[in-house]
Nanobody, 127 residues
Framework: QVQLVESGGGLVQAGGSLRLSCAASGLTFRRYAMGWFRQAPGKEREFVASISWNGAITDNADSVKGRFTISRDNAKNTVYLQMNNLKPEDTAVYYC????????????????????WGQGTQVTVSS
């Protein structure tokens, strides 16, 4: 049974930092591209960042470029999202997802192109 478990969310002041983790089990992690998405109340789930199976290629939404960094450790079956200079508009539930497809980065911007999802972790940024 595949499980993706996010952790590291919480309440932080604007300008602060958080690091999210997503631990994967039940799959051959190194064969999957990974993505982070977020969903704010009343809004659709949106792409945040993705990383290729070997970590060589990353992609970020324009809204987080220069502030968020995605990385992975295949030995630990874990993907990370380092979030710096957080803003109130970053408040959302953050989800990690796994995709077995081998494709260009733009492919991983779509929620439909992922095979597995975690349950999410809440990030709240106060002003």
């Amino acid at each position: 049974q595949v499980q993706l478990v996010e952790s590291g969310g919480g309440l932080v002041q604007a300008g602060g930092s958080l690091r999210l983790s997503c631990a994967a089990s039940g799959l051959t992690f190194r064969r999957y591209a990974m993505g982070w998405f977020r969903q704010a109340p009343g809004k659709e789930r949106e792409f945040v960042a993705s990383i290729s199976w070997n970590g060589a290629i990353t992609d970020n939404a324009d809204s987080v470029k220069g502030r968020f960094t995605i990385s992975r450790d295949n030995a630990k079956n874990t993907v990370y999202l380092q979030m710096n200079n957080l803003k109130p508009e970053d408040t959302a539930v953050y989800y990690c997802a796994a995709s077995q497809a081998m494709a260009a980065s733009i492919y991983y911007r779509e929620t439909d192109n992922y095979d597995y999802w975690g349950q999410g972790t809440q990030v709240t940024v106060s002003s």
